[in-house]
C-alpha cells in the first residue's frame, strides 16, 4: 500500500490496483437466504421513504441514522454536528448508527458519502471514513453485506447532469471513494454499490428518448417541489424514489424487480404516487439491465429475468 492524497486530517491510501479491484468482484455473492435487515447511513438521499419502500417489497425490516447533507464523517466523529438529526431521526426506524453496527443485528449495510461527492473526498477524508465505517460493520458481523449507495447530484449541476452521472461512477465513486477506501492495511475486501445515479441516468436516457412515458416526460418529473411549486434540483419525489428503491431490492435480493407492486406507501402510511404500469414495468427492466451488468452489485452478471 502506498500513500497518495493527504487531506486536511490524514493521508489516504493510493487507490487498489484497477486489477486486484475487478479481481474482489469477479465472484458474485450468494444470493441471500431469506429476509436482509438492513441498516441504512447517510442523508436525504436516502431519506425515509426510500428504506421505507425497499422493505415493502422485500418484507425485511430495517432502521436507519440520517442527515442533511451529511458526511460520513459527521457520522463518525462525535464532536462534528449533524444537521438534521432531529427532524430528520424522529420515527421509529431511527437507531444510532455505532449501537446498531455494534449490536450484528443486521445482514446488510447501506451507507453514502454527502454531495457534492467531490468536495467529500477532498475536504471530508470520505474514503477512510468509508473504511471506518465497513471495518466497524464487519468487526460486529463478519458475513455482513456492505453496499456503497451511488447516488447524484443537482439537476443544474454546471458540467451538465447527465454528463456528471456519466463520468462520477468512475471518476469519483470508484477511483476516488470506493478503491482507495478498500486499500488500508487491515485487509482488502469488497463494498458492493448500489448504482442510483448510473440507474437515473439510464431510465432518463429512455424516457427522454421516447418522448415520455405516462406521466413522466422530463427528468424534472422524478424530482420534487418546493411548497411555492419551484423545482427541488436534489430531491426525488414518490416516482423516483420508487425506482430508486427498486434498485435497492434488486442489488440486496439479487432478484430482478420485474412484475414487483408499483403502489406502495411513504414511510407516514400515506400512499404514494404511482408511476402507473407502463413506467413501471420500463424502470423494472433498466434496474435488472443495470445491475446485472455492473460487478460491483456483487449479482450474477446477466442473469434472465426472474421474479
Known sequence: MTLAACGLVRCTPAPLDLAETEALYADPLQPPAGALPVYYLGHSLIGRDIPSMVAQLAGHDYAVQLGWGTALKAHWEPAEPINGFEQENAHPHFREAREALESGDY???VLTEMVEIEAAIDYFDAPF?????????????????????????????????????KADTQRYWENALLRPAMNYRDGVKPI?????????????????ARGGIGTIQTR??????????????????????????LTHYAVLYHRSPEGLAFDLKRSDGHSAVSPGAEAAQLMQRIVWEIVTSYPKTGVRQSLKSQS
Open 129 to 165: 471514513y468509508l473504511h471506518q465505517w465497513a471495518r466497524l460493520a464487519r468487526d460486529n458481523a463478519p458475513g455482513m453485506r456492505i453496499y456503497l449507495y451511488e447516488t447524484w447530484h443537482r439537476l443544474d449541476d454546471p458540467q451538465g447532469w447527465m454528463a456528471r452521472l
Open 192 to 208: 458492493y454499490v448500489i448504482p442510483g445515479g448510473q440507474v437515473l441516468a439510464r431510465f432518463i436516457q429512455e424516457v427522454e
Open 220 to 245: 424534472e418529473d422524478l424530482f420534487s417541489r418546493t411548497n411555492d411549486g419551484s423545482l427541488d434540483t436534489i430531491h426525488l419525489n414518490d416516482l423516483g424514489n420508487y425506482l430508486i428503491a
Open 107 to 109: 445482514g446488510a449495510f
